[in-house]
């Protein structure tokens, strides 16, 4: 899709960079911003291509390489950590084959570590994509992941 | 036994967020109709009066941030902004994101009152990038506002234009701290800024700026309604009003419950979150989230307010109340919120940027000599105490709340 086209409510001042960076990375099937993305974005916005680079490289939430379609956040913040954050997190990277960071083979899942998701009655929680799982534990993570997997094969 | 006391989350729950009318119905922008016809002074001084404090943790008088935005003056000061910190980010707390989600309407009512207030025509809403569904409410809300003639040009037919915008973070904690908010906000890395000049002086774009929290805003369109004496008629003197707690960790019900200033933690465990889980004993508990304080039980008959805690030497902060149970480690919680902030630290000033990281170091140490943990502990202490002093930013000046309060309650449990 044509670049302009995808942010065409945005306008050209750099207070509106961040909006824009999001828009981008989501529209993006590997969820990420492209090298074209910056420049492009450095581009509409009147300012240096290392300017664009380093804010996107500042906040944990955008990506500057290829990420898996489903992006997995697990939380771990102290509440999750207290109540089991930590094995969760265990439990993911053994059933996925990635260690935190890591995306799989097929770019299913990318697996990152998320501070304090605003959930913490329920923790430990984690978030996928734009869906937030609460209350975990080893058998429901493994019936999650294996869900979308599943649904993924199928198609 | 106590109950729940609303301000904040007084609609929450009761109608629904994408429906504008079902909020028009019971009441909803009356206030903003109020407001709209007094002298925008006068509710300056309603909220000096009502000793309204800011809810996203410091406790700063709000009615005197308004006062400063409100009369600050400068040559260049074309445009005068409002902002919101919905970035919510503080370990164990959620209620902003519970406002935004089930009574977004309430946000956007306070923001239009304390926007005509100081003189202010254009405002944004920050919202944390990973709030999707606040994100989502948030959105209709606006529209449905703004097709109800709420926002945007002469709003209800009194001269006041005011647009309203929702911006989005990307996963910065700091970006919670009103200086970097205003730095990301401008789309700009989320480094802190120095202090003064403060935003209602020099804020965003450099104009004066009022920067508020979500639930702060949300108690505006309450005491346009009842006026200052029926607010201070609840909660302490020095906190008036009502504090959204968020409680989490081991207890029957965590979740989320708004009582007055001035509630104890034993009626707020006991009362409102169920009790302590499994019948288990209480030990600690850490109000105020990471950057917050341990406290033990016997703080557990202390009324919850700003000033109250200080005395303790504990923090109300955000409200966030982690509960732990007799078989937890504040050890192991330490190092949870040590290693918080060394992830968080953004690296722009030097005390806490290494700060943060010898903090963990002195952690690890501990864990493997045990015998060395008391002089470690002040070790610890020492460090924090240096980064408090010398960090530019909330951020560096953090570690020491814990740390201290640890040592002054659970000196022989570290």
């Known amino acids: 899709m044509d670049k302009s086209a995808l942010i065409f409510d945005f306008e050209p001042a750099k207070d509106n960079m961040l909006n824009i960076l999001h828009r981008l990375q989501n529209n993006n099937p590997n969820n990420y911003i492209t090298t074209e993305d910056l420049k492009f974005v450095a581009e509409y916005l009147n300012t240096t291509y290392s300017t664009v680079y380093g804010v996107a490289k500042y906040y944990s939430m955008f990506s500057l390489k290829p990420r898996g379609e489903y992006i997995i956040r697990i939380c771990k913040s102290p509440v999750c950590n207290m109540i089991s954050g930590k094995s969760m997190i265990e439990v993911i990277e053994n059933m996925l084959e990635i260690k935190m960071g890591g995306t799989t083979s097929d770019m299913l899942f990318t697996l990152e570590p998320s501070e304090c998701l605003g959930h913490c009655a329920q923790a430990p929680v984690m978030m996928i994509n734009n869906k937030m799982y609460t209350d975990l534990n080893e058998d429901k993570i493994i019936e999650i992941l294996e869900e979308i997997r599943n649904n993924n094969s199928t198609q | ?414």
Not at chain 2, 34 to 49: C, M, R, S, T
Not at chain 2, 70 to 86: D, T
Not at chain 2, 329 to 339: A, G, P, Q, Y
Request: hydrophobic share 35%; aromatic share 8%; net charge neutral.
């Open chain 2, 1 to 414: 036994m106590i109950k729940e006391q609303k301000i904040a989350l007084l609609n929450a729950g009761k109608y629904n967020p994408e429906r504008i009318d079902e909020y028009i119905a019971m009441g909803g922008y009356n206030k903003v109709k109020k407001a709209l016809q007094e002298n925008p002074l006068d509710i300056i001084e309603l909220l000096i009066d009502a000793k309204l404090r800011g809810r996203g943790g410091a406790g700063f008088p709000t009615g005197l941030k308004n006062k400063f935005t409100n009369e600050s003056v400068c040559e260049r000061c074309v445009q005068k902004y409002i902002v919101c910190n919905a970035d919510e980010g503080e370990p164990g707390t959620f209620k902003d994101r519970v406002i935004m989600e089930q009574d977004p309407h309430v946000l956007i009512e306070g923001l239009i009152i304390a926007a005509f207030a100081i003189g202010a025509t254009k405002g944004y809403i920050y919202v944390r990038g990973e709030y999707t569904t606040s994100i989502q409410k948030l959105r209709v809300a606006l529209k449905q506002a703004k097709e109800k003639g709420f926002l945007g040009k002469d709003i209800l037919h009194s001269g006041f234009d005011f647009e309203l915008e929702i911006k989005l973070g990307a996963g910065s904690y700091l970006c919670g701290e009103e200086l970097t908010l205003l730095e990301s906000l401008e789309g700009k890395r989320g480094y802190p800024r120095i202090k003064p000049p403060f935003p209602a002086e020099k804020g965003l774009f450099g104009m004066p700026t009022l920067i508020n929290n979500v639930e702060t805003f949300a108690h505006l369109p309450y005491i346009i309604e009842h006026g200052a004496e029926h607010y201070k008629s609840m909660g302490t003197e020095k906190s008036p009003g009502t504090k959204i707690f968020t409680i989490s960790g081991d207890v029957n019900k965590p979740g989320y419950y708004e009582a007055t200033m001035g509630v104890t933690l034993r009626h707020l465990i006991d009362d409102l979150a169920g009790g302590m889980k499994d019948n288990k004993k209480f030990k600690a508990a850490l109000l105020g989230g990471a950057a917050g304080t341990f406290v033990d039980e016997t703080v557990l008959d202390t009324p919850m307010g700003f000033d109250t805690l200080k005395e303790k030497g504990a923090v109300l902060g955000s409200g966030a109340i982690i509960v732990m149970s007799e078989e937890r480690s504040v050890f192991d919680m330490t190092c949870s919120i040590l290693e918080f902030f060394k992830h968080e630290s953004c690296g722009k000033c030097v005390p806490c940027r290494i700060g943060t990281a010898q903090l963990m170091i002195l952690m690890d140490q501990a864990k493997e000599n045990s015998s060395k943990k008391a002089q470690i502990l002040d070790q610890l202490l020492y460090e924090a105490d240096y980064m408090a002093k010398n960090s530019l930013c909330p951020l560096g000046q953090s570690p020491i709340l814990p740390i201290k309060s640890l040592k002054q309650y659970f000196q022989h449990q570290f």
